[in-house]
Nanobody, 129 residues
Framework: QVQPVQSGGGSVQPGDSLKLSCFVS????????LGWFRQAPGTDREGLGV????????SYADSVKGRFTIARNNAEKTVYLQMDNLKPEDTGVYYC??????????????????????WGQGTQVSVSS
């Protein structure tokens, strides 16, 4: 099985923007749920948002709602996480992950990380002045 491949990330100042990419070879071939997660040192992995491949519906955790946007390009099998107005508390390692979900109502930001069966390699995002 091929794992998702992430790109993007880096170090920015508060208020800046970053865009992460996640290439998933089977995204869009069948219904699935792609989630973005963040893990800061000493904390559990936090679900940030998800997108359902079937209809492109996305939803977000309250901590990032209005600042982060998830978009997909099925033809390129790539999902993007656009992060605007970044804050120091957004610092962490960001992961994309895939889960087989047949119903869009099951693809939510609160879906347990343990249900996602394929994970990207992670990418560091650091926000500081």
């Amino acid at each position: 099985q091929v794992q998702p491949v992430q790109s993007g990330g880096g170090s920015v100042q508060p208020g800046d923007s970053l865009k992460l990419s996640c290439f998933v070879s089977e995204f869009g071939i069948r219904d699935n749920c792609l989630g973005w997660f963040r893990q800061a040192p000493g904390t559990d992995r936090e679900g940030l948002g998800v997108i359902f491949s079937g209809n492109g519906a996305s939803s977000y955790a309250d901590s990032v709602k209005g600042r982060f946007t998830i978009a997909r390009n099925n033809a390129e099998k790539t999902v993007y996480l656009q992060m605007d107005n970044l804050k120091p508390e957004d610092t962490g390692v960001y992961y994309c992950a895939l889960d087989r979900v047949s119903l869009p109502e099951l693809c939510t930001p609160s879906r347990r990380a343990s249900l996602f069966y394929k994970w990207g390699q992670g990418t560091q995002v650091s926000v500081s002045s």
